[in-house]
């Protein structure tokens, strides 16, 4: 067996899916070469050439140069962008303590940087909010929730870890502990290819364990999806794949990647809210949104453990359940999946939502936009049948968790605990 310790793959050449999904967290591909910084008047190259094991060198190219950049130095002060981003070169300190050695990604939030902490010795990974006042208010609720979520998570098993926080220039700067990439990220990487089932049964308990502890703490995170889920490590290990698909690479080579560690940790409390409250607001990223959220019926707890459900699917097939971004096909796409939504259910539907549905019933595929929305619903298959497609063993028992997970009512769908006791996952126990 080929073994690759490797700290990033390759890219995809394309996300073949049709999703707009906003980068949140620090999980977003790795930055082109020569494109953030300047050392010295001219372009950064590999930025990761210098960040090896232990602590890396401080680079120089002048006197003058290192001079700058000394330990304690302050950058020069920049302006913002336009949109409010943080403006830093690569080598530059943010505060004293950190040392800024590469970006790794950007979003609507602001920025990611990988930065050395002196103080502790470690990479860690520091979220540089955008110096706007609604960003910084949400940065700081945040902030609330990671603290909360730390004090009961002892050992910073379930959730991402906050080493520390600091307002630097009119940015709040939140730091965490550096992880690996996340489940979307892998799985991209990776040409699609699905997760194996024993692999998707010890993520879906990890991931259900955090569920199950936001919940006992009455906290709702809201938008679970796989960007939002990292693994701790970015070892992978290559195996043997025979399979001939259309996601198989053109190049010949027949293997594919598997996390050498299954370990995860969920990222990206800035939507987390506590249960308190009938709340009616759209949460969710599209493809993992609970149908009591797109019909205006208010959610809860439960609108995560639909999101889970989404999650399983993904990994054990490769593809996102519901691809669509319009809400009507959306609908269709669950009841082609699923089953009928139930009449009740229909009619308390909000006044937002009144139009997606007809003589109490959904209005489709009537009410479609285009004859190529009704094509991409009518090739979804059955839940059964899509399972079963990708699964070797245990697909009767992933089915019928599915089942429980994706329930259109919310009051009939599992809890995290009671899923947690599914077969699918206590017959294993310890298995995987």
């Known amino acids: 067996m080929e073994m690759e310790l ?25 930055a082109p070469k020569a494109q953030v910084g300047m050392f010295c008047g001219q372009e ?90 609604k960003y ?26 906050i080493r520390n926080w600091f307002d630097y220039r009119n940015h709040i700067c939140i730091v965490f502990e550096k992880l690996g990439p996340s489940l979307y990220d892998f799985l991209r990487k990776n040409n699609y290819r699905p997760f194996p089932i024993d692999l998707v049964r010890e993520l879906g308990r990890q991931l259900l364990e955090c569920v199950a502890f936001m919940h006992d703490l009455r906290l709702i995170h809201t938008d679970l999806k796989p960007e939002n889920i990292l693994l701790v490590s970015s070892e992978y290990i290559k195996v043997p794949d025979y399979k001939v698909s259309s996601r198989s690479p053109k190049d010949g080579s027949y293997s594919k990647r598997l996390p050498k560690s299954s370990a995860i940790k969920v990222i990206d409390f800035g939507s987390t809210t506590y249960d308190h409250q009938d709340h009616t607001y759209i949460v969710s990223t599209r493809h993992y949104r609970a149908p009591e959220v797109i019909l205006g019926l208010g959610w809860s707890y439960p ?8 999650i399983l699917v993904e990994l054990c097939s490769g593809e ?6 319009e809400n009507l096909e959306h609908l269709g796409m669950m009841e082609r999946v ?11 539907a909000d006044r937002h939502a009144e139009k997606y549905i007809r ?28 399972v079963m497609q990708h699964v070797d063993h245990s697909a009767g028992e992933l089915i019928h968790l599915l089942q429980g997970l994706l329930k259109y009512d919310p009051s009939d769908r599992l809890t995290a605990h009671e899923a947690l006791g599914h077969p699918f996952f206590s017959r294993y126990h310890g298995r995987s």
């Open 6 to 30: 490797l700290a990033e793959y390759p890219h995809a050449h394309m996300d073949r899916r049709p999703r707009k999904r906003a980068r949140l967290g620090w999980d977003v591909p790795e």
């Open 44 to 133: 950064v190259g590999d930025v990761t050439s210098f960040v090896s094991s232990g602590a890396p060198s401080d680079l120089t190219c002048s006197p003058l140069y290192a001079k700058e950049v000394a330990r304690n130095a302050s950058p020069p002060w920049r302006e913002d962008d336009k949109d409010g981003h943080y403006m830093f070169a690569l080598g530059e300190n943010l505060t004293s303590r950190y040392k800024i050695h590469s970006k790794m990604g950007e979003g609507t939030f602001g920025q990611v940087l990988e930065c050395w902490d002196r103080e502790r010795r470690e990479m860690v990974a520091i979220k540089i909010v955008r110096g706007i006042k």
């Open 136 to 161: 910084r208010e949400a940065a700081m609720i945040e902030i609330d929730m990671l603290q909360q979520l730390g004090k009961h998570d002892k050992n910073g098993a379930r959730c991402v870890q």
């Open 303 to 310: 609108c995560d453990i639909w999101s889970v459900g989404c």
């Open 320 to 325: 996102a359940l519901f691809q669509t971004h």
């Open 338 to 348: 699923l089953g009928p939504l139930p009449q009740h259910i229909l009619k308390r």
């Open 359 to 386: 003589r109490g019933r959904l209005n489709w595929p009537q009410g479609a936009t285009s004859r190529e929305s009704i094509k991409a619903v009518l090739k979804l298959p059955r839940l059964q049948n899509l």
